[in-house]
């Protein structure tokens, strides 16, 4: 095990046991990781990115057998969050993973394009699905002050030439938030490396946001992660960002 492996795992604080959509043509298991270097008003992760700590940790051995049990079903393990690039010795935790055989989709907001990078030349990571939150001058609109306009230009811009270095192992989708019109997702297109599309996620308005609640007992976090593409809702369909709300995921369990 990674030495700060250990680490990881107390980020991880929920899981769909399979989702058939969230790495696009494959079936996954998908761990949510807490915490977030973004402050993005229109999250629907609010509670997972922002109060982790009001989410019990899933243990570590339970996932691993859980996952381990069902590896002949699944094509792979998506990590999101939050924004798993935060998670302190993330390798330990993936590393983790491919010792199952299952490679790893990560989603990531882009913001920290070094911790990227070692990913991907460790071979941590087969596939990167990577939010970009609109053009350079409104992300700190767009991300509550999280990142000025030049920090972002400089993350995105390395993320970029990665993509183009390795193009198999990015794809690139933005969320039609109300701030955004026609234009910035036409700006939005023409940032992106030769040869890639853009996807286009409807927004969906969060409405009245709760705080997430959890079960200790099942370690059950909210979201309802289930929908794919073609159904509405879906971070990746055409209907919208994945939305979280009352509803339990499915508890660690065979």
Not at 36 to 47: F, Q, V, Y
Not at 194 to 199: E, P, Q
Request: aromatic residues 6%.
């Amino acid at each position: 095990m990674h030495p700060f492996g250990h680490i990881a795992w107390t980020h991880v604080r929920g899981i769909e046991r399979l989702s058939l959509c969230d790495w696009p043509g494959r079936a996954t298991a998908v761990l949510f990781t807490g915490g977030c270097n973004l402050r993005c008003p229109t999250c629907h992760n609010a509670g997972l990115a922002w109060s982790p700590e009001r989410l019990p940790a899933l243990d570590r051995g339970e996932v691993l057998g859980l996952l381990s049990r069902r590896a002949k079903w699944l094509d792979g393990v998506t990590v999101t969050g939050g924004e798993p690039t935060t998670v302190p010795g993330l390798e330990g935790l993936l590393a983790d993973l491919g010792s199952l055989g299952l490679p790893v989709k990560l989603d990531t907001n882009g913001m920290r394009p070094a911790v990227v990078r070692a990913l991907l030349a460790g071979g941590l990571v087969q596939s990167f699905a990577v939010d970009v939150k609109g053009p350079y001058g409104k992300y700190p609109a767009l991300t509550g002050g999280g990142v000025d306009a030049a920090t972002a230009r400089v993350n995105m811009e390395a993320i970029f030439r990665m993509a183009a270095q390795v193009p198999g192992a990015f794809y690139f989708r933005t969320t039609r938030v109300p701030m955004l019109q026609d234009e910035d997702m036409d700006t939005i297109r023409g940032l992106l490396p030769a040869g890639f599309t853009l996807v286009e996620q409807k927004y969906v308005a969060p409405g009245r946001r709760t705080d997430a609640q959890t079960d200790s007992q099942t370690r059950q976090l909210p979201g309802d992660l289930v929908p794919g593409p073609h159904c509405p809702g879906h971070i990746q369909g055409p209907q919208g960002q994945r939305h979280q709300g009352s509803h339990s995921l499915q508890a660690v369990g065979a």
